[in-house]
Nanobody
Framework: QVQLVESGGGLVQAGGSLRLSCAAS????????MGWFRQAPEKEREFVAA????????LYADSVKGRFTISRDNSKNTVFLQMNSLKPEDTAVYYC?????????????????WGQGTQVTVSS
């Protein structure tokens, strides 16, 4: 069992930056691929970014490429999402997820564990 706790969300003006963190419990964190997803009001949850177990492979949604960076520190059981040049359309609850597969995936069905989410609000 893996427990995930997100932090770092908040209110920021358009053009600003935030860094989300996701702390994971369990000794097998380093073998999990990790992902970030988000859900805006009245919209379905969507893929944002994912990273493989060693950190060498990453995937990004087209909408965040060049602005967001996913990374991980296996020694601290933590995955990060650096978000720059934020836009009002980035406003959503951001969820961290862990997959027992080694490779990153954009598919929500590949993820086995989910955090409770952290709110990100970008004002115009």
């Amino acid at each position: 069992q893996v427990q995930l706790v997100e932090s770092g969300g908040g209110l920021v003006q358009a053009g600003g930056s935030l860094r989300l963190s996701c702390a994971a419990s369990g000794r097998t964190f380093s073998t999990y691929a990790m992902g970030w997803f988000r859900q805006a009001p009245e919209k379905e949850r969507e893929f944002v970014a994912a990273i493989g177990w060693r950190g060498g492979s990453t995937l990004y949604a087209d909408s965040v490429k060049g602005r967001f960076t996913i990374s991980r520190d296996n020694s601290k059981n933590t995955v990060f999402l650096q978000m720059n040049s934020l836009k009002p359309e980035d406003t959503a609850v951001y969820y961290c997820a862990a997959s027992r597969t080694y490779a990153p995936s954009t598919a929500q069905s590949r993820y086995d564990y989910w955090g409770q989410g952290t709110q990100v609000t970008v004002s115009s």
